[in-house]
């Protein structure tokens, strides 16, 4: 029965009749027409999904969930069949509605509008080519809008399988036990099943999908979105390309990728052929993808075990949620954006707010899964726990086994997924952009009280903090503040600053506690906000400062750059560059003769080159993912662009608008370093970068790109997040700011030699919240002043730090904004320095004087101002701010560029204003 | 640390130990006695095998750098005939990334026993595995955890060796990749270094190469060389084995590659981590494996495999065009020589 065709067997009698009984067949039933009507509507959870609202034809028709899935209806069809999609847009009906289509890449014809919520919109499809096609909506598809259409030939006859004796066999979809679609979006499977009779059963999430020994089995993967490779662990199927070769060997693979934005790949197995029954893993394997948690089971039960080889749905949209009582397993779901604020917005995030003062907090009970979908970014991430219930990490008190803490070693564009039991509270953030906050409470549905569990760990390796610590709750209401426009400090208002919180009790170690009132109590409200007031003394030049949240008409992404002029202390410019949709503007610098400024969009992959004079785009160019910061090499003008979401610094070669090449941070195969906040030496021998991802400052010689150290920081500490790099005029020494171990690493300049670590929450009690002397939580950027006296650290929790470079000790803590992020300093008009600090949560440039009287004791380092980043009608811009104006400040460049390297090569209108001591700062 | 004893032991595991003194200072409680070669045929002996037996031993080793790699430690193959050969001198003796190379032929087994030789203080290295692509295995030589397989933990311990068996039967033909699966996680550590290429070559004995535009099929004895290219987020890592003699050689990152002038040789790319590449060999052109397409560049994702062999007839270059592959020099030259 078996004869050879090239160098493989095919039993060619079996097939030979099943394709005649088909083609007997399929010649009687001509081309059919099928009517189908869907409605897009809006899942329990948020999410978007299409349903199945009725299909006739002259030809069999599939048994359909009477629910909304994701993927959506499987349609089978058969080639040359008419097509007809009639699509009804309900998503108004539980919430905002939104806009949906229906276009199929390659299928689709005739209208491909649209449908706004209430209206209806026809389709039609062109069915000349068999295959498993995707369908999607073009806006809003990774919510949920996705589903396949299944091409078969008129004969009957699907992908071939490879037997367990290597044969090549053909297979007809008569013969099929069950065939399986199975989406990859994001870090997440999304499955139906359809059985032999045609019933189609939504498997959800990450199903464990199940066969009986020997079945044949179809699988349709499909993707939209970020690219995939599919893995089937035991078992290989036959890749039949397009312009397959008849006299080649069949190709036989277990991996297949499926590329952007849309693609699909369908093939045929024998269920456990040559390998037995088992649990077979499937999953995406992109490393980052599988550690997001893109992975299944594939259960193949022998036919002696009597199991019926029934598939397990995964966790859905529509189960049980806080609000959607199910007995099945619940999933929320968090965008990941670009939008200030809600950069993890829940998809029902709009009809929680009212309840939870925030779109970044979800609640649900134990064993539903949380689920990310990076579907408003232009940026990568990473999906990390930040905090977590201490029992969860912990297999033995049935935590997630190897899942929590969740974390990846790269940065990414995906999703990700997983599954929580242990009661209590987690926070999610990004490692790349580490104020982006989603929090998930795990509240057991038996407490009276929202569980915050007894204890928490965090990322930075603190065990067991008791949830009523000053800390826990210093945390909780960071979340609150970073994650709500509204509580954010707005300081051209003459009302409170206010900050709103759920009206909830909560269930913490020491019991039931009301929420508010504890917060309130710890950390005040309804508090007066300082007035703004220009510095007496003018400062040089121009200040241009990232207002990376502020919102203009024109664009859709945040971002813009103020422009502030020193002299008169009123803003010059608005910079929002709404024709390449600047996004999240983080940091920036200006060439030697500063005629041009660059720009990093830190959300994105672009670097951007603006005319100093004008404000008008000169080039925007792709760097890499997640340009963070920018600097020059003062001896060459070259710029060096840290790319926060690889494993690199690019340089730019003066004069020239193109990347050269890539200075890798890590010697190959090591752990991506992921640099953020660089610095150049004032000699320019050495680029310095801390290293979020691995812990560490790399000290890189700045010539040959060679790796001249690699200093770990943070004593230890798992988690230190190295984030800021500021270095002395004379290149001595380097200071790095470790913004989860809270502290500042003093490393030698050249050789990068670890000389001190200053704790600069010595003076804090994490329990108690005792503060006794000067602290900075969670410090960020650390420049030094020109003339090598002072460090000045802004630490987001709400601090400015002043440290003596002379003896490496705190001599000053002043207030700063929640969220202060950015500092860097400029001239003070006939001498001396002003240090400019930013905050994201506040619309204000706050001026600091580290040394008032000039006599070289920093004691006396004061605020001597502060200036609103919100501009008035007058203010010359390119686009018009529509929310959030003058908030989100962040990278600071002040003009002319007053540090020691670069000031000796300003022109000369530049170095005009200046002094002689300024000229030359540490002669 | 873990101190249970043969009673997980899985069957055919317990083997002579070798002559790496390293691999067996933590283990002195572990019991890798000595046993005869009639333990070995007790349990795969009677087995009918239609082609060759191979036993193997590798070990997963600690590099510098927070770095891993697998290690040759012992291989010999047993014909039809009982004819045993020791295989173990075509091996780098050092880890290497890419691991050895394991060459087997369509019908033939291989069982390979692993051992862990990572600090035994580590929690989250107790585990270290093979995972296979490709060819035929039971559920216990899948390499995976409980977590996954839902049977037990298939990994090399601190105590305790893991063997595998992979059956290269009929219809697995083909270059496929194996690496850990268990290491710090269910994900395993393949992106750090453990990984290597299992190339199973064809029963048929031949391989398509274009010669002057043709598709034509050669005996697989004429190929003088074999490069295995693992494509990794930010550097081609690379392997050549000298067919005449079955030498391998590690090449590590962005090998220069060199040929005999109008020698026939096989690229076998694998990529793997998190990013998608495209591969470029200027002026040659290859058949695209299964398809009618010749082509001189490849988009390739993780865990993807591309196998092609050309008559290396000039010198050129191979490179990663992809964005940040390109930025980071994944390149390397491909020279050809009289």
């Known amino acids: 029965m078996h004869s050879p065709i090239h160098g493989r067997k095919m039993k060619t009698i079996t097939n030979l009749a099943l394709f005649f009984t088909a083609w007997l067949l399929t010649s009687i039933a001509l081309a059919a027409t099928h009517n189908i009507i869907l409605s897009a509507e809006r899942l329990p959870n948020g999410q978007f999904g299409y349903k199945m609202v009725s299909h006739t034809s002259d030809g069999a028709v599939a048994n359909y969930p009477v629910e909304i899935t994701i993927p959506g209806p499987t349609l089978f069809v058969k080639r040359g069949d008419v097509v007809n999609v009639q699509l009804i847009n309900e998503t108004h009906k539980n919430g905002p509605g939104i806009k949906v289509g229906f276009n199929v890449p390659g299928l689709s014809i005739g209208n491909t509008d649209a449908a706004a919520p209430g209206e209806t919109k026809n389709y039609r499809l062109n069915t000349h080519k068999t295959g498993t096609f995707p369908y999607h909506d073009k806006d809003n598809q990774l919510l949920g809008l996705f589903g396949a259409v299944v091409v078969d030939d008129l004969n009957g006859k699907v992908q071939s399988y490879v037997d367990g004796d290597g044969t090549v066999i053909s297979a007809n979809r008569a013969q099929l036990d069950k065939e399986f679609v199975m989406f990859m979006v994001g870090s997440t499977f999304w499955g139906t099943e359809i059985s032999a009779d045609g019933t189609q059963k939504p498997l959800w999430t990450n199903p464990t999908l199940s066969a009986i020994e020997n079945q044949l089995v179809r699988f349709h993967v499909l993707a939209i979105g970020p690219s995939h490779t599919f893995h089937l662990h035991a078992h290989r199927w036959l890749d039949e390309t397009e312009d397959k070769n008849p006299s080649a060997p069949p190709h036989i693979i277990d991996v297949k990728i499926l590329n952007s934005p849309a693609d699909s790949h369908a093939f045929t197995i024998k269920a456990g052929t040559g390998v037995g029954a088992g649990v077979w893993q499937y999953h995406c394997h992109v490393m980052s993808h599988m550690e997001s948690g893109m992975n299944g089971k594939l259960q193949v039960v022998s036919a002696e075990s009597g199991l019926p080889g029934d598939s397990i749905a995964g966790a859905s949209p529509s189960g049980a949620i806080f609000g959607n009582p199910s007995d099945k397993p619940g999933l929320v779901t968090f965008i990941m954006s670009d939008e200030p604020g809600s950069w993890f917005r829940s998809t029902r995030g709009d009809l929680l707010k009212p309840v939870t003062k925030t779109q970044s907090l979800e609640i649900v009970p134990p064993g539903s899964s949380v689920h990310f979908i990076m579907s408003d970014t232009e940026g990568v991430h990473t999906v990390t726990t930040l905090l977590w219930p201490s029992e969860a990490e912990d297999n033995s008190m049935g935590g997630d086994h190897f899942m929590i803490p969740f974390d990846q070693t790269k940065a990414y564009r995906g999703g990700g997924i997983v599954e929580l039991h242990i009661p209590g509270l987690y926070v999610f953030t990004c490692k790349i952009h580490p104020y982006m906050f989603g929090a998930v409470i795990v509240d057991n549905p038996g407490t009276d009280g929202l569980d915050l569990g007894n204890t928490i760990n965090l990322v930075s390796g603190i065990k067991n903090l008791p949830t009523s610590s000053d800390l826990a709750t210093r945390l909780l209401r960071t979340f609150f503040v970073a994650t709500t426009p509204e509580n954010w400090q707005d300081f051209t208002s003459s009302d409170p600053w206010k900050v709103a919180y759920p009206n909830v009790d909560v269930v913490v170690d020491i019991g039931k506690v009301p929420l508010i009132a504890v917060l309130d109590s710890r950390y005040g409200n309804d508090m007066i906000l300082p007035p703004l007031s220009n510095p007496a003394i003018p400062g040089v030049g121009e200040v241009w400062i990232n207002t990376q949240f502020e919102k203009t008409a024109n664009k859709t992404k945040p971002g813009t750059i103020t422009v502030l002029d020193a002299n008169t202390w009123t803003l010059k410019r608005k910079i929002a560059l709404p024709q390449i949709n600047m996004n999240n503007p983080h940091n920036l610098w200006p060439n030697r003769d500063h005629s041009v400024i660059y720009q990093t969009q830190w959300f994105d992959t672009k670097l951007t080159l603006i005319d100093q004079k004008t404000g008008a785009l000169i080039k925007n160019l792709r760097v890499g993912d997640t340009p963070s910061h920018v600097m020059t090499l003062p001896h060459n003008d070259d710029a060096t662009v840290a790319i926060n979401g690889e494993n690199g610094v690019v340089i730019i070669p003066a004069g020239t608008t193109e990347v050269n090449y890539m200075m890798p941070t890590q010697h190959h195969g090591q752990a991506p370093a992921n640099p953020h906040g660089h610095w150049v030496s004032a000699d320019g021998k050495r680029i310095i970068t801390p290293n979020i991802n691995t812990s560490d400052a790399g000290i890189y010689d700045a010539e040959t790109g060679q790796i001249v150290a690699r200093t770990q920081t943070g004593e230890g500490a798992p988690g230190p997040h190295p984030i800021a790099i500021g270095m002395m005029p004379d290149s001595s020494k380097i200071y790095a700011t470790n913004l989860l171990h809270h502290s500042l690493s003093v490393l030698d300049g050249n050789d990068g030699t670890l000389l001190k670590t200053i704790n600069l929450i010595e003076n804090y009690n994490p329990i108690s919240g005792e503060i006794t002397g000067p602290v900075g939580v969670l410090p960020i950027q650390t420049p030094v002043s020109p003339d090598g006296k002072a460090v000045v650290i802004a630490a987001t929790g709400g601090q400015i730090v002043i440290v003596d470079t002379a003896t490496d000790t705190i001599v000053k803590m002043l207030p700063c904004d929640p969220g202060c992020h950015g500092a860097n300093f400029g001239a003070k008009k006939d001498g001396g320095y002003y240090a400019y600090v930013t905050s994201k949560f506040s619309n204000r440039v706050i001026v600091v004087d580290v040394d008032p009287n000039g006599d070289g004791d920093l004691s006396d380092a004061d605020i001597v101002g502060s200036i609103s980043m919100v501009a008035d009608a007058g203010v010359a811009n390119d686009d018009t701010v529509s929310s959030l104006a003058g908030y989100g400040g962040q990278g600071i460049v002040a003009l002319p560029n007053v540090y020691n390297g670069w000031v000796q090569n300003l022109s000369g209108e530049w170095g005009a204003g200046l002094t002689d001591s300024q000229r030359n700062p540490i002669r | 640390m873990r101190r249970k004893l043969s009673s997980e032991f899985p069957a055919g595991s317990v083997h002579s130990p070798g002559n790496d003194p390293t691999a067996y200072r933590r283990t002195t409680l572990s019991v890798w006695s000595i046993v005869p070669i009639a333990v070995f045929l007790l349990f795969f002996g009677s087995a009918a095998v239609a082609g060759n037996l191979h036993?193997?031993?590798?070990?997963?080793?600690?590099?510098?750098?927070?770095?891993?790699?697998?290690?040759?430690?012992?291989?010999?193959?047993?014909?039809?005939?009982?004819?045993?050969?020791?295989?173990?001198?075509?091996?780098?003796?050092?880890?290497?990334?890419?691991?050895?190379?394991?060459?087997?032929?369509?019908?033939?087994?291989?069982?390979?026993?692993?051992?862990?030789?990572?600090?035994?203080?580590?929690?989250?290295?107790?585990?270290?595995?093979?995972?296979?692509?490709?060819?035929?295995?039971?559920?216990?030589?899948?390499?995976?955890?409980?977590?996954?397989?839902?049977?037990?933990?298939?990994?090399?311990?601190?105590?305790?060796?893991?063997?595998?068996?992979?059956?290269?039967?009929?219809?697995?033909?083909?270059?496929?990749?194996?690496?850990?699966?268990?290491?710090?996680?269910?994900?395993?550590?393949?992106?750090?270094?453990?990984?290597?290429?299992?190339?199973?070559?064809?029963?048929?004995?031949?391989?398509?190469?274009?010669?002057?535009?043709?598709?034509?099929?050669?005996?697989?004895?004429?190929?003088?060389?074999?490069?295995?290219?693992?494509?990794?987020?930010?550097?081609?890592?690379?392997?050549?084995?000298?067919?005449?003699?079955?030498?391998?050689?590690?090449?590590?990152?962005?090998?220069?590659?060199?040929?005999?002038?109008?020698?026939?040789?096989?690229?076998?790319?694998?990529?793997?981590?998190?990013?998608?590449?495209?591969?470029?060999?200027?002026?040659?052109k290859w058949a695209d494996p299964g398809s009618r397409k010749n082509i001189n560049h490849k988009v390739l994702g993780p865990l993807e495999k591309h196998v092609f062999a050309v008559q290396a007839t000039h010198s050129a270059s191979y490179q990663d065009s992809a964005f940040s592959s390109a930025l980071l020099g994944m390149k390397g030259d491909f020279i050809v020589a009289d």
């Open chain 2, 55 to 284: 036993r193997i031993v590798m070990h997963a080793d600690e590099l510098e750098g927070g770095l891993y790699a697998y290690r040759m430690e012992y291989h010999e193959v047993t014909d039809k005939n009982g004819n045993t050969t020791n295989l173990t001198s075509r091996y780098s003796t050092a880890a290497t990334i890419p691991g050895p190379t394991i060459v087997l032929e369509e019908g033939d087994e291989a069982e390979i026993e692993l051992m862990h030789v990572f600090d035994p203080d580590n929690p989250k290295q107790e585990h270290v595995s093979l995972h296979v692509h490709g060819v035929h295995y039971d559920i216990d030589s899948d390499g995976t955890l409980k977590y996954i397989n839902l049977y037990k933990d298939e990994s090399a311990t601190p105590v305790m060796s893991y063997t595998y068996r992979w059956v290269a039967a009929s219809g697995t033909a083909g270059t496929w990749p194996y690496h850990d699966h268990n290491m710090n996680s269910h994900n395993g550590a393949e992106d750090k270094g453990l990984f290597g290429a299992l190339i199973v070559n064809p029963a048929s004995g031949e391989e398509r190469v274009k010669i002057s535009g043709t598709e034509q099929n050669i005996s697989l004895s004429n190929i003088e060389k074999d490069y295995v290219l693992y494509i990794g987020d930010d550097a081609f890592w690379g392997m050549e084995i000298d067919n005449a003699t079955g030498q391998q050689t590690p090449l590590w990152v962005n090998p220069t590659l060199t040929a005999q002038r109008n020698s026939y040789v096989r690229f076998h790319l694998i990529a793997l981590g998190t990013n998608f590449h495209q591969f470029e060999l200027k002026s040659y």
